[in-house]
């Protein structure tokens, strides 16, 4: 199907990958039990960001290939909310950990272009 191979659904899996190992690397700052035998609060915010780019991709087959404005406009509002969530996300773990604060530097950095990208993509609808 052409619409896997737009250049919005490859920077999307892009950032999937990214994310993928960004969370990796967090995960291993945060897997340690604190003094208090509590697990890192902010643990599962390296899974929430897996989660959330794992569902751009899919939600950019939808808008591509419905048929009606009115379903492709919805599914880009869903991919714009959740760039939005994945962004703080980020910022959440980057206030959260004292290192590997490059990786998620980079990530946000990714989901800018990624904005920017999602902008045009959006119109071209």
């Known amino acids: 199907m052409e619409t896997s191979f737009s ?3 490859r920077k999307a899996i892009e950032i999937f990958t ?3 190992s960004v969370s990796k690397y967090m995960v291993y700052d945060m897997s340690g039990l604190k003094k208090n035998g509590n697990e890192h609060p902010d643990i599962y915010l390296t899974g929430d960001i897996i989660q959330k780019s794992a569902s751009l991709f899919p939600t950019i ?3 591509e290939t419905k048929k009606l404005p ?10 714009e909310n959740l760039t939005v969530s ?3 996300t980020c910022s959440k773990l980057e206030k959260s950990v004292a290192t590997n604060k490059d990786f998620i530097k980079l990530l946000q950095s990714e989901l800018s272009r990624f904005k920017k990208m999602q902008k045009a993509w959006s119109l071209s609808l």
């Open 18 to 20: 990214l994310t993928k």
């Open 86 to 88: 994945l962004y703080k």
């Open 61 to 63: 087959v939808q808008a």
């Open 7 to 9: 250049p919005i659904y």
């Open 70 to 79: 009115e379903e492709k406009h919805y599914h880009a509002k869903t991919l």
